[in-house]
C-alpha cells in the first residue's frame, strides 16, 4: 500500500466508524464529531514536533537525515511532540489503563505528520523496544510492540518482534535519575541471531526522556549486525 492510498484509507475508515458511535474524547471526555478517538481541540493542543529530533544533541533536523554535528552517532528520533498534556494523558491511558485502541491514532498521526521522511530511511524492519517478559506479562502487552503493528501497514514495513529481547529487568527508566539511566539500562538487551543481511533497522517506543534506552538497544542490535537507521516514539520529553 502506498503512503497516499494509507493516508487515504485513514480518512475514509475514520469517517465510517463515526457515523455509527459518535465517540467519547479519550482525552476530555466530551463528545466528538472528529474522525478519531480524540477531538479536535485536543488533537489540536498536542505540542507537536515539525521535524524529526538528534538523539545525540536534542536539536530539531529540518533538513537532511542525520544530524550534521553528531553524525554517525546521531539517531533521528521521529516523535509526534512533546511529553505534555494532553499527549502525555493519552499515553498514560495506552501504556496503564488498558486502551490499546490509542495507538491507532498515534500511528496515523505519527504516518501523516512523518510517514514520507520515515519512508526515506528504506527500513525492512520495525522493532519494537521489549519490556522484560515479567513486565509484559503483569501489564498484558507491549505498548511499543502494538504501536509498531499499527505503524506496520501504513508504512509498508514489518514488525520483528522477536529479534530483541530484554533478559535483565532492572528498575523502570521513569523512576531513575537523568544520569542514571545510561548506567542503569546497559546489558539489559540481548539479539540471539546475528542479522541475515545487515538489515535496516527502525526502533520504536512509546516515549523516549533521555535517548538512553534507544542509543542502547541500537548498539545491540548493530553489534549483532543490523543497522538501526532511525527511531520512532509517540512522545519525547525529559
Ligand atoms: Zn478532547
Ligand atoms: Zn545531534
Redesign the pocket.
Known sequence: MSLRDAILRIELVRGLVDFVFPPLCLGCSTYTDNKSIVCDSCLKSIDRFSFPI?L????MLPSGAL?S??RE??LTLFALGNYTAPLRDLIIQFKFKGIRSIATMFAEELVVQFGSRIAEFDAALLVPVPLHPEREHSRGYNQAQVLAQRLAPLLDIDVADDILLRLVKGRPQADQKFEKRAENIKGVFNVPRPAKTAERVILVDDVVTTGSTMMEARRVLDGAGYRTVAAISVAHGL
Do not use: G, I, V
Open positions: 538528534c545525540c544533541c536534542f536539536k544530524c554535528e553528531c552517532q546521531s
